[in-house]
């Protein structure tokens, strides 16, 4: 193997570009070229290939978002997109292929390289920690922080008005950002996807714990099936409609800044093994980080988000809040 390229795709997430620095730094190191695919796999198909070296991903560690820019691609699931990109490949001569994303990177990279002979390699970067084999994705530690920083300084406001704060976050199928950063900002309310009916159970245990506290925080995963924030405040208003009740949407705010330390070094550690794999000749696998060591995952089984967590959390949640 003489020749790779790299590549992000999907959302971004912060983190991305410590994992492309260690992706071409590793590259580096055993004389391979390396090439970077700008916007994922529209660039593939537009030829937006450019040759990266050591140099060209000094001083970006520390910097959200990706250098190689990303994309969300619909022509890539047709046959005639997956065939200019492997044209596209093909011309610039590489051999194999690191993809940086989520879900829908890894489902397009092994449909492609059943069709085509190319060997995909994948590290998971997304905010949403929704892959199964890793225990964290990239982007999803320095989101959490985000969301927490965010709902301390909302608490403030709950507190001081006696108010009950709806707040939403990322997540279109997973609830794991709402969870993790639930427990850590001491919300009295957890909505989740992979909890069904937790509506009806939020609403019966307000009454009783506003007795002892009026404010309130509660997290929403914008896949809840309750329809969101905004449905949830209707839910509440209905009920109790004397009580001061507020929405904050976090948005995109989730998926920029710096990186933390924590995922600087998991990108930077997943980057390095995915040139490692691809040396060792794997193909169609996600490089992950299980119990601080690194797993191959195959594509098929990456994707398939597990819907149950674990109960305890949201038990713990509960006992803790009230
Ligand atoms: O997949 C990551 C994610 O941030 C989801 O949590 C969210 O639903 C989605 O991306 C938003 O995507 P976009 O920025 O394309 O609207």
Redesign the pocket.
Known sequence: MKKIAVFTS??D?PGMNACIRAVVRTACFHDLEIMGIIHGYEGMINDEFVPLDKKSVSNIIQRGGTILKTA?SKRFMTQEGMKKAYQNLKKHKIEAVVAIG?NGTFTGAEEFSNIYPINIVGCPG???NDLVGTDFTIGYDTAINTVVDAVDKIRDTAESHDRVFIVEV???DAGL?ALRSGIAAGAEGILIPESKNDIEKLLKRLAKSRKDKASKIIMVA??DESGGAYKVAERIKEKYPNYDVRVSVLG?I??GGSPTCMERVNASRMGYAAVQALLDGKKNVMIGIVNKHIHHTPFSKAIKHIEELNPELLKMMEILSM
């Open positions: 999907g959302g997430s969300r989520g997304t905010i949403d990322m997540g279109r950002i914008e896949g995109h989730q998926r």
